[in-house]
């Protein structure tokens, strides 16, 4: 049962690497939404693979086919289903993947799970192409959320030793968030961002990879957007951001930070600007109690290295029973951080819209 | 939609620390487990206050009183609701919170979600104290992880600059793991817990609070639990674990040194030792893919520093909407960490408990 | 996992009918709705045993106590919780039933399902006392759609074979449907209820009972609401309908008359009645494609027989594993169906609530 | 938020009758589960239109295309999707139904609730053409199901006056069962089947439609199924029963017979078959506390007539604001019940599987 989520926006996930297709099933969308096609396409190709020398030299393609739940142009309100179609497979590659278990991957996990019946190859449903829906749902909800005025941005933390300065946590400007989008490389600081990409190309050379972390902003939610315990806008945020692949790590505000501070320090002094109520500092991150205040949400995501890498590595042979050594040729990204980028915002802006899309009704007698 | 959570062990929570008690309602327990009142009373008696100098030195009595679900000291199987009576509450020392709103709290997020209407009173149901049904949860599960020789540990990892020694991530011995649940302040290095002691008094004397981590393991877990995507055993364990009040991070395993790592430092090599399949490292603390591996799963959680502070501090009045200086009185925690371990450990074992019990048919046909 | 249902407003049901209390939680209720305390006691009055001769002796007490999410009159939009404590329970008249397995009852499946860990106790958690929590919840649904306009009434609608008048599917006055909660046996024609209660009086002399069947209407529910396939308003209602106790059948609008019907009798011609539309017969009770129209909600609820009778009845003994016949001393409603009706209106109230809520954004670009 | 239902096996369901294909996601399937394509098929075609005179001329194809979670003839116990792609569609019949709303049918629910925004070409997703995905879904339950020899069969009860015979309550053979899924009109009594299609023959030629029931029957079902309160065998059964379009009525066992019954008529005493327990009636359809009691599980369920009917209807045109007459051109059945039996047995059989994969751990201590 891990193929759906949602409260009010339901997502369906589905597909293998080397399937007829993945996709997914978006479930609870309100209607007459304009799906503007164009925009998703941006999207899933800031995801892609094969678009310059970072990445694998794969030729996936994303091209996706709306099935259901848009008509005119615009959403029906009934659930919507997108396929993605799977081309360029190569099983050829994966063979050797049956029996011989990748470290730091889920062949050894899965095997036991799905009892041997899963599909291998290319990682099958564990495959991180399986991200593509995951933006594919947040180019919608991001169309949905801009009638809000809402605006999700990321930009990639650090690759290695390299860090990128960070969003300004009282706000940044939705221009710069939007910019983001535009750059191959989402990055604050493009000198910073020249030296991660040396160190992406030098762990390539090593036939290695490396991780990273990635930093993310949603701009203008409402105060009030969460619940105290079990669906706190934490741990909403919290369970689809874990569900990427390779994520490891998360904090919010502050983050970690805060182990090692006092009250006097973490807490965030309120004002009154005007009207709206504001924080001198923004140390929790735009939440408390698991409920927005109105400040901006930030958070940072941390990547592990992508496991697939060429050296050789010791495993096991799970139909053997021994120990062996393992080679894994083909063409491996030596760094997911800057592809993850639309993947962190995607599954934010989908959380963000199912939390806001529930009502209350007036509170008045 | 905030009090209900879990797939097939549903946990309800409610109350107000001020109200007429708090509890909680499980749903989904397997019949005739034996239920074990003293170990109960002796986990909720980690987490209450008023034990020592260093926590609060308000005497709360986490007295439960079971209404249904146990039957000649067995669980029915139906749904079971323990009461936790409020009892020592001092109104009066809150009054000034109706309109004054405490930064680092969820007084104004909430005041804002719920339109004015949600009892204030020292804090209402963002209380800590709302942590008492989760360590009871805890208790229970802990009792039925036993049966599967599964057992959930934590210790304290920093308070402020103060660091323990870890967890040895390949595994530690059960004992070590439950000798830490008789100790008051649970640490791994007594020395490192002296000078953690020491900084949280000096914090009391500063009329401020400090922050700290908790690192957490889960020993025997079998190999195959968990989901990709959605139900991944980080994204349960996340979700639970930030609905935890003052949680701002968590990572797993390695985490976000991950995100400075690479893949040939990162990985984990499989080998066979014996019939049992182990790894040379553990550095992605027992989960891949989501799943469990059949190592031990490790986790670190951070939290933030106590909100309720003393010193004076800059706010909001929100019925005269002015800016204001607020002086919160009363009997606050320095520092929460140490009474936060058995909550951390009763919602992990919660977490795996419900994930357990979900059944796979045979996979033969 | 059978305690816990709902979307936007989640029902946690619990207790045994000889453990400490009964009760429930409501989680999801909109703040600042007014809590009117006598209205939730007279509506648990019209359930209970013991207010006239037609009913069982015993004297349950339903009183209340109010845990949380009520402050100062008002839901705060936190859980709230209700206790009913337990008290006239004559423990030494179910004693017999450990073992002996009571015909029509759910006492085998019971045993099977918990494997002999149920409280068996005057029926445990399957004891008709459980219909309390309902009808409290629906006190409470029924305050808030108040505000709406929206009214939930029900009627006996037959005893044996004395059949009352139906309502008129075009729509009753709210004012009938209210004056029916003031009746101690809701019927419309005061002459055919008298009929039933003489019937009803005839089986306990008999030491049998009867069955019947009650009629509901819901009025003044928007067109729109509802949804197709798996969330239909049908489905809903069904799903809490068949949750209570002894009810067997269930059938909207012209229900299984339909099956008898051609096309050209069955469907309802819309017309335009100002703005308004309505339609000119109503036999699809107001439900099409799983979507209100507008027009009244209209259903028919089948009540089997109290099982319990005090005639002597074959059945086994799982203890000795005997064929035994059994004789239920003790005192037996004749008949359920006058203390269902607020148990029907109650559900109903709660589903139309709970889908109410559930919020569309505007539709426009 | 309509599009998806289930517990462990979650369905997700989704399409237009004039989009591009409608179809289904399965999660929660367990892995290495043989699927049997041909069986599937077969279960396809009993649903689908133009096999005879009694149903609709059209040439709907239902043939499908697994997308994943099947894997060398085996679900992996990922995802399952299925696409139906839609092709006859004849567009041009339906042009009319933009704005004229025909009687019996969601049009003028639809549009109220989807804002004017649902594709309204053939119903769009209120088609009944959607009912495949459910008859799918049913196909791979049932294989599921046969590993534990559990049957699930159904038949038509009545069409119009004419009634087939009934099941026998206590059991009939699982050959009869099964021999009913190869008949093209699924009765009992063929003599009373050939009047039931001379009926619906007779209702063609008037341009009008003609109600039934179905019969249905779960053999073998454990004892211990199901759950009291809310996820009562009943209201899960229900909840998907009242999914099918058409449905308007649903009975178990006895159903509203028990209405007019007493105790003494309608308890089911039970006895000892050797080591197996049984009831010598089963008025209560294997169902007691919405649990099952290893009888088998029966329970008719009732459809209303076809509501496309070419005689000239009152109805209302919403863009002109008029009331009007309408005649729907075009092919319709004058009948659904028989196509409805594989749709019956489907959502059942999906049912049963799901509340037979919930665990419960062992009971003993």
Redo the contacts between chains.
């Keep these: 049962?891990?193929?759906?989520?949602g409260?009010?926006i339901?997502?369906?996930?589905?597909?293998?690497s080397h399937?007829?297709?993945?996709?997914l099933?978006i479930?609870?969308l309100?209607?007459?939404?304009?799906i503007d096609i164009d925009f998703i396409k941006r999207e899933m190709e800031r995801r892609a693979p094969g678009r310059n020398l970072l990445s694998t030299q794969r030729q996936e393609k994303d091209a996706f086919?709306?099935?259901?739940?848009v008509?005119e142009g615009?959403?029906?309100?009934?659930?919507?289903?997108a396929?993605i179609p799977n081309s360029d497979s190569h099983s050829k590659d994966y063979s050797i993947l049956k029996d011989n278990?990748r470290?730091?991957?889920?062949d050894?996990?899965?095997k036991?799970?799905?009892?041997?019946?899963?599909?291998y190859r290319g990682g099958?449903?564990?495959s991180g192409r399986?991200t593509a829906p995951l933006v594919f749902m947040g180019a919608v909800a991001k169309q949905?959320l801009a009638?809000y005025g809402i605006v999700i941005g990321a930009h990639i933390n650090?690759v290695?030793?390299i860090f990128d300065r960070k969003f300004d946590p009282l706000g940044e400007e939705t221009e710069l968030l939007m910019s983001l989008r535009q750059k191959e490389f989402a990055v604050l600081d493009d000198v910073r961002g020249a030296e991660m990409q040396a160190l992406i190309l030098e762990?390539r050379e090593?036939q290695?990879?490396?991780?990273?972390?990635i930093e993310c902003m949603a701009l203008n939610l409402p105060?009030?957007?969460?619940?105290?315990?079990?669906?706190?806008l934490?741990?909403?945020l919290?369970?689809?951001?874990?569900?990427i692949?390779a994520?490891?790590?998360?904090?919010?505000?502050?983050?970690?930070g805060?182990?090692?501070?006092?009250?006097?320090?973490?807490?965030?002094?309120?004002?009154?600007d005007g009207d709206s109520?504001r924080?001198?500092t923004n140390?929790?991150?735009g939440?408390?109690?698991?409920?927005?205040?109105?400040m901006p949400v930030v958070f940072k995501v941390?990547?592990?290295?992508?496991?697939?890498?060429s050296?050789p590595?010791?495993?096991?042979n799970v139909s053997e029973?021994?120990?062996t050594v393992l080679e894994i040729k083909g063409r491996h990204d030596p760094c997911i951080v800057q592809r993850a980028v639309p993947v962190v915002e995607g599954v934010t802006a989908w959380t963000v819209l199912d939390m806001?899309?529930?009502?209350?009704?007036?509170?008045?007698?």
């Design positions: 049962m891990s193929g759906v989520y409260r009010k339901k997502m369906t996930i589905f597909g293998e399937g007829a297709s993945i996709g099933v479930d609870g309100p209607p007459g939404l304009g086919l709306i099935q259901s739940g008509f615009r959403t029906t309100g009934t659930p919507l289903c396929l278990m470290p730091g991957h889920a050894y996990s899965g036991i799970k799905y009892k041997g019946f899963n599909d099958g449903h564990f399986l949905a009638r650090n290695g030793e762990a090593r290695d990879s490396i991780g990273g972390s105060a009030g957007l969460g619940e105290p315990f079990f669906d706190s934490e741990s909403r919290a369970h689809v951001l874990f569900s692949p994520v490891k790590g998360l904090e919010f505000g502050m983050g970690f805060f182990c090692r501070s006092t009250g006097s320090q973490a807490n965030d002094p309120l004002y009154y109520v924080t001198e140390n929790n991150g939440i408390l109690g698991g409920i927005t205040n109105g941390g990547f592990k290295p992508t496991p697939s890498i050296l590595q010791k495993t096991i029973h021994t120990n806001l899309l529930t009502a209350d009704i007036d509170g008045e007698v």
